[in-house]
T-cell receptor, first 110, second 112 residues
Framework: SQQGEEDPQALSIQEGENATMNCSYKTSINNLQWYRQNSGRGLVHLILIRSNEREKHSGRLRVTLDTSKKSSSLLITASRAADTASYFCATDESGSRLTFGEGTQLTVNP | ETGVTQTPRHLVMGMTNKKSLKCEQHLGHNAMYWYKQSAKKPLELMFVYNFKEQTENNSVPSRFSPECPNSSHLFLHLHTLQPEDSALYLC???????????FGEGSRLTVL
């Protein structure tokens, strides 16, 4: 069953703008992870945020987690054309295996 | 380079063929996974191996047969597949069951 659901499904922005993607989930979690996938390639882990954390940064990435709303957001600041990819959130359903959402397709136009 | 290698990267097979996908990791991870990624669908977990033992089979048809001979290698044996099995098959490994996943580049399978 699908746990995380990303929103929007597709996002198109200009280079230099910020991109925000959201993820909602249904059950309690221990951690939430964000991954990136370039077309036809494997997924690459971006960041993991634990249920007792509210915000985490990694370079131009900022992830927030609101367990009361069962939602997370991924912010990419000062986007670049190379950020064009699909972005997925993954959650562990009550400590069980990870399940992935359908992803957000981000296009950054030069 | 994630440390997880999948071969072949591309495979075309007929419905009566038998082929295998191979995955190799030298990250010292204990868990290995097969995922299926079809167009416009979420990533589907197929099989999980933890310390070489299969811990999950997510209702996968028997025409897909996994094999984990040791903690570094994982195979997916394919037999009498259907055209709808055409997809990107991704292997991943992790140190812990719900920790960070390291993915291979995937094997793009086309069933004619």
């Amino acid at each position: 069953s699908q746990q995380g659901e990303e929103d929007p499904q597709a996002l198109s922005i200009q280079e230099g703008e910020n991109a925000t993607m959201n993820c909602s989930y249904k059950t309690s979690i221990n951690n939430l992870q964000w991954y990136r996938q370039n077309s036809g390639r494997g997924l690459v882990h971006l960041i993991l945020i634990r249920s007792n954390e509210r915000e985490k940064h990694s370079g131009r990435l900022r992830v927030t987690l609101d367990t009361s709303k069962k939602s997370s957001s991924l912010l990419i600041t000062a986007s670049r054309a190379a950020d064009t990819a699909s972005y997925f959130c993954a959650t562990d359903e009550s400590g069980s295996r990870l399940t992935f959402g359908e992803g957000t397709q981000l296009t950054v136009n030069p | 380079e994630t440390g997880v290698t999948q071969t072949p990267r591309h495979l075309v097979m007929g419905m009566t063929n038998k082929k295998s996908l191979k995955c190799e990791q030298h990250l010292g991870h204990n868990a290995m996974y097969w995922y299926k990624q079809s167009a416009k669908k979420p990533l589907e977990l197929m099989f999980v191996y933890n310390f070489k033992e299969q811990t999950e089979n997510n209702s996968v048809p028997s025409r897909f047969s996994p094999e984990c001979p040791n903690s570094s290698h994982l195979f997916l044996h394919l037999h009498t597949l259907q055209p709808e099995d055409s997809a990107l098959y991704l292997c991943a490994s992790s140190h812990t069951y719900t920790g960070e996943l390291f993915f291979g580049e995937g094997s793009r399978l086309t069933v004619l």
